[in-house]
């Protein structure tokens, strides 16, 4: 079972700036959207990724926890991404 997609990242960059014309969000959620897609090249393009959250609050400066969840939510809402909520193990 393949689980990647082959991704055109001109055209996904290309269609993420076009939208954000009718569907803008904050910079934040701009600044994470883009990092997840950078890593998700390094992926080879996983259809599903994991990335902690103190990956994502050390590429940015000045972002906390809550401004994480709050621009992460911005994309769940405007449909950038879809998220699921790891599950963490005893």
Do not use: G
């Not at 994502?56 to 621009?71: E, G, Y």
């Amino acid at each position: 079972m393949n689980n990647k997609n082959i991704i055109d990242i001109e055209k996904q960059l290309s269609e993420f700036y076009s939208t954000l014309d009718y569907k803008p969000i904050s910079a934040n959620a701009i600044s994470i959207y883009l990092i997840l897609l950078q890593i998700n090249c390094k992926t080879e393009w996983l259809k599903e990724f994991k990335v902690a959250n103190n990956v994502l609050i050390s590429k940015i400066k000045k972002l906390n926890l809550s401004s994480l969840q709050r621009a992460r939510n911005e994309l769940i809402i405007n449909k950038y991404i879809i998220y699921k909520k790891r599950h963490k193990s005893k």
